[in-house]
């Protein structure tokens, strides 16, 4: 293991699924959330994960027992202090993440690693905002981290090549296929992702097709396993819509501009899978 313990930030879905795969490659880690009450959803959302692994037969009962042992949570920020690797993975918000490197780096031990899990923000950005610049990165994991196999390893130009080699034996460790990639807005998978996702809300507005008639094409007749509506209902569409936000801002490209379906769904608080309702409903 290069890091033996790891400390997240972040009470949704990814928070738990990082913890989860950090468990598994043997590391303590440690959950910090707002409230204590997001703190037990999260620990509870990992238990449910494992023990739907166990009844697949995915995990033997005592290997979830383990990984259940190994996470914690917490409500207070200086409990990271002996952490060696942070991971950020809250709201794809630039002023927020700044405002949290800020504070880790004046709490947290001065040799950790801090990496952010951003999908599109500029990782050098949230580095100014600390003393300790080399050691920062973005470690780039997918939803559901527990399964999806890639991880996007962002080399800002201040992270040093020992810290980008740490961090990427890391991703091994935990089962993934890490890929090295320039901070640039959107990386490689959103860069590409989300002009498609974005020209299939166009096609909808334009009355092209139906929803489901679009996610039906693009599966049979691409071959992907999700249609694009079904995916930003599992993306969010809150977070999809920040991540068009921020690749509009930097490019200026048309292809980027957030489609206006897609801001009044998240005006609603339709924000897919997570609550309920989005491009489809969820029946909660």
Do not use: W
Request: net charge negative.
């Amino acid at each position: 293991m290069t890091f033996t313990k790891v400390g997240i930030l972040g009470s949704g879905i990814m928070g738990s699924g990082i913890a989860e795969v950090s468990a598994a490659a043997g590391a303590t880690v440690l959950l910090r959330s707002r409230s204590q009450e997001t703190a037990n959803k999260m620990l509870a959302g990992l238990e449910k994960a494992l023990a739907k692994q166990v009844e697949k037969g995915k995990r033997s009962q005592e290997d979830a027992d383990q990984i259940r042992a190994r996470v914690s949570a917490t409500t207070n920020l200086s409990d990271l202090k002996d952490c060696d690797l942070i991971i950020e993975s809250v709201v794809e918000n630039l002023e927020v993440k700044k405002q949290i490197f800020k504070e880790l780096d004046e709490t947290i031990n001065k040799d950790a690693v801090l990496a952010t899990n951003t999908s599109t923000l500029s990782v050098l950005e949230l580095a100014a905002q600390t003393n300790r610049g080399e050691l920062v990165c973005g470690v780039h994991f997918f939803n559901p981290a527990n399964t999806m196999s890639l991880v996007e390893i962002v080399r800002a130009t201040c992270s040093s090549d020992e810290t980008i080699n740490r961090v990427t034996e890391f991703a091994k460790s935990c089962g993934k296929e890490p890929v090295e990639v320039k901070d640039v807005a959107g990386f490689i998978v959103n860069a590409l992702l989300f002009p498609y996702l974005n020209n299939a809300i166009r096609l909808l507005e334009e009355g092209v097709a139906s929803r489901e008639g679009i996610d039906i094409a693009m599966k049979g007749g691409c071959g992907f396993p999700m249609g694009p509506f079904a995916l930003l209902d599992l993306v969010g569409l809150d977070t999809s819509l920040s991540i068009l936000e921020a690749l509009y801002a930097d490019s200026g490209e048309e292809n980027f501009k957030p489609r206006p379906m897609l801001q009044e769904l998240v005006g609603a608080g339709k924000l897919g899978r997570k609550t309920g309702s989005g491009f489809f409903d969820y029946g909660r």
